[in-house]
T-cell receptor, first 113, second 108 residues
Framework: GAGVSQSPSNKVTEKGKDVELRCDPI?????LYWYRQSLGQGLEFLIYFQGNSAPDKSGLPSDRFSAERTGGSVSTLTIQRTQQEDSAVYLCASSSAGVNIQYFGAGTRLSVL | LAKTTQPISMDSYEGQEVNITCSHN???????ITWYQQFPSQGPRFIIQGYKTKVTNEVASLFIPADRKSSTLSLPRVSLSDTAVYYCLGTAGNKLTFGGGTRVLVKP
């Protein structure tokens, strides 16, 4: 597809389990972003990848959160030992180099029971 | 990034023009003003971006006065499908800081 693709669309997990969320950016986009959106709230920046540069991890809320981007394309956001407060929609976006317009996927809705 | 302030919600009727004003008193010289639209269960969608004066595209117009301390998104002749949350952001660089947005409800 032409847009940003995220999987799964919904994830239900138990407290304490690890989860992996996947993002396929738009082909050719060098920048990739992860955000978190809690119910009825705006988006919270988590992490940003640009090409081969070291990622900007300044938004990650704790060391339970990590992300990687393999081959400059697909990215995985991992949350270890999930907590109920991790329940939110996790959104991925990508953009072209030098363009500050981000294109978002539909998100992964994470529910931690 | 500029801190932005916009109304929490607005109601309108089909066929009317909707204007949403956003204030960004501390906008930096290199900040662009960008608006996104978000429908329930979807990610935000880029609508329009500008630096100063007026920008128009097939979806909306964006008015930015000379001092750039505010901006107004104008949606002409809204329809029910324009019901969404609209976010105003100052975007310089790579991190987008979203506030709570303006929830626009278009009524029949």
């Amino acid at each position: 597809g032409a847009g940003v693709s995220q999987s799964p669309s919904n994830k239900v997990t138990e407290k304490g389990k690890d989860v992996e969320l996947r993002c396929d950016p738009i082909s050719g986009h060098t920048a990739l972003y992860w955000y978190r959106q809690s119910l009825g709230q705006g988006l919270e920046f988590l992490i940003y990848f640009q090409g081969n540069s070291a990622p900007d991890k300044s938004g990650l809320p704790s060391d339970r959160f990590s992300a990687e981007r393999t081959g400059g394309s697909v990215s995985t956001l991992t949350i270890q030992r999930t907590q109920q407060e991790d329940s939110a929609v996790y959104l991925c976006a990508s953009s072209s180099a030098g363009v500050n317009i981000q294109y978002f996927g539909a998100g992964t809705r994470l529910s931690v029971l | 990034l500029a801190k932005t302030t916009q109304p929490i919600s607005m109601d309108s009727y089909e066929g009317q023009e909707v204007n949403i004003t956003c204030s960004h008193n501390n906008i930096a010289t290199n900040d662009y003003i960008t608006w996104y639209q978000q429908f329930p269960s979807q990610g935000p969608r880029f609508i329009i971006q500008g630096y100063k004066t007026k920008v128009t595209n097939e979806v909306a117009s964006l008015f930015i006065p000379a001092d750039r301390k505010s901006s107004t998104l104008s949606l002409p002749r809204v329809s029910l499908s324009d019901t969404a949350v609209y976010y105003c952001l100052g975007t310089a660089g790579n991190k987008l800081t979203f506030g709570g947005g303006t929830r626009v409800l278009v009524k029949p």
